[in-house]
């Protein structure tokens, strides 16, 4: 009898055990009874929310799945605009699961796989919009509304896995590698002569100054000499002047004075040598000096 309450005790503690769950915060469950979903009195798949929860023992598995918003970030892809030319677009969509029955039997409830049918949605409507537009459109402002587009036409196609998106990013834009270096070559070419046109013209106006300026120096350097010269003859004019009334006023001691500066500058230095004649006018001053 002993033995026999035990096996009911140990048989209700396990009954007890496997007819409860935890769903963790961030996630909810649903529960499969049979390989399907239990649903309820509307046909709608019971969700169960965080928290301790109870199922039917042994014959009931719980799935959990992540109730969170997921941020779907992967590579970017290539698009074609509707002048042809390839366009390297990186996106992000944001989404998280709002049927969870849906998702389950559409998406294995699997994340990876549902960010894969998602990508593929997403890109569809993407491509779809770019393939209307050139990429002056997608560029100088059409970028929001091709966004709102896309947000419609994913949220539509996603539906049937069980997936509410919230929102389509485009993030950034690019042409293709080979595309844009071809584009920079090209560009860079433009501006190389751009600015040999610009030095050309500026060694042409550089040119152009400087002989102006070498122009007005000669013109100022001319008047120069020519002023210097006049003044320089006005003042021999002056002094020869001045010289002829002084003489005229005492010949004699002008030749005196004449004289003894001629004497000055001949016997300035010591090593200077002069062979003359003792008779010679140039000593007349220093025979009367001797004579006196």
């Known amino acids: 009898m002993k033995?026999?309450?035990?096996?009911?005790?140990l048989a209700a503690i396990v009954m007890?055990?496997?007819?409860?769950?935890?769903?963790?915060?961030?996630?909810?469950?649903?529960?499969m009874l049979f390989s399907k979903v239990q649903k309820d009195s509307d046909d709608k798949a019971i969700v169960y929310g965080p928290g301790l929860q109870f199922k039917v023992p042994f014959f009931s598995q719980v799935r959990r799945i992540d109730a969170r918003i997921q941020t779907l970030d992967g590579a970017p892809d290539r698009f074609v605009t509707s002048e042809k030319k390839d366009l390297i677009v990186d996106s992000f969509v944001k989404w998280r699961v709002n049927d969870f029955s849906a998702f389950y039997l559409r998406a294995r409830g699997d994340k990876q796989y549902a960010e894969t049918l998602l990508k593929q949605k997403v890109n569809n409507g993407l491509r779809t919009n770019f393939g209307t537009r050139t990429i002056r459109e997608i560029v100088s402002g059409e970028r929001s509304e091709l966004m709102e587009e896309a947000l419609v036409q994913a949220s539509e196609s996603a539906r049937e896995l069980g997936i509410e998106v919230l929102d389509v990013r485009v993030k950034q834009i690019n042409l293709p590698q080979e595309v844009s270096s071809s584009i920079y070559q090209r560009m860079r070419a433009e501006r190389t002569a751009v600015a040999k046109e610009h030095r050309s013209e500026g060694q042409e106006k550089a040119e152009t100054i400087?002989?102006?300026?070498?122009?007005?120096?000669?013109?100022?350097?001319?008047?120069?000499?020519?002023?210097?010269?006049?003044?320089?003859?006005?003042?021999?004019?002056?002094?020869?002047?001045?010289?002829?009334?002084?003489?005229?006023k005492d010949p004699e001691f002008f030749s005196?004075?004449?004289?003894?500066?001629?004497?000055?500058?001949?016997?300035?230095?010591?090593?200077?040598?002069?062979?003359?004649?003792?008779?010679?006018?140039?000593?007349?001053y220093m025979k009367g000096a001797k004579a006196q």
């Open 210 to 248: 400087r002989a102006g300026v070498d122009r007005r120096v000669t013109v100022m350097l001319a008047d120069a000499e020519r002023n210097a010269r006049s003044v320089r003859g006005q003042g021999d004019a002056d002094a020869a002047g001045i010289y002829a009334n002084a003489y005229n």
């Open 16 to 31: 007890s055990f496997s007819s409860v769950f935890v769903v963790p915060e961030g996630q909810k469950a649903i529960v």
């Open 256 to 284: 005196f004075v004449r004289s003894l500066e001629a004497y000055k500058k001949t016997f300035k230095d010591k090593q200077d040598i002069m062979v003359l004649s003792p008779d010679s006018d140039f000593f007349q």
């Open 3 to 9: 033995n026999f309450s035990l096996v009911i005790l």
